[in-house]
């Protein structure tokens, strides 16, 4: 089994920046491409930025495309998203996750790995 465990989130002003970490643990061989997604009250959990294994190749929404960089360290087993000029419109839970992929994923479906979420809340 893999386990991820997500972390970073909080409360931020409108135009702040917070960066949030998903540490793995368990069977880190079944951890391929990874991705954060976030899930506002009432509205559907969507992939904002993927990555591949490697690192290489990465994939953003066009709500964060110029504003959020996502990142791995694969030594660490950690999982990046940093976010600058954060608006009210990011609030949401954030999830990472993974799949058992090397190329970048872009469905919800093939990621079989799922963290339990942190809240980033952004104020105006």
């Known amino acids: 089994q893999v386990q991820l465990v997500e972390s970073g989130g909080g409360l931020v002003q409108a135009g702040g920046s917070l960066r949030l970490s998903c540490v793995g643990s368990?069977?880190?061989?079944?951890?391929?491409?990874m991705g954060w997604f976030r899930q506002a009250p009432g509205k559907e959990r969507e992939l904002e930025a993927a990555?591949?294994?490697?690192?290489?190749?990465?994939y953003y929404a066009d709500s964060v495309k110029g504003r959020f960089t996502i990142s791995r360290d694969n030594a660490k087993n950690t999982l990046y998203l940093q976010m600058f000029g954060l608006k009210p419109e990011d609030t949401a839970l954030y999830f990472c996750?993974?799949?058992?992929?090397?190329?970048?994923?872009?469905?919800?479906?093939?990621?079989?790995?799922w963290g339990q979420g942190t809240q980033v809340t952004v104020s105006s």
């Open positions: 990555i591949d294994l490697a690192g290489r190749n990465t």
């Open positions: 368990g069977r880190i061989a079944s951890i391929g491409a």
């Open positions: 996750a993974a799949a058992p992929y090397f190329n970048l994923q872009m469905s919800a479906k093939e990621y079989k790995y």
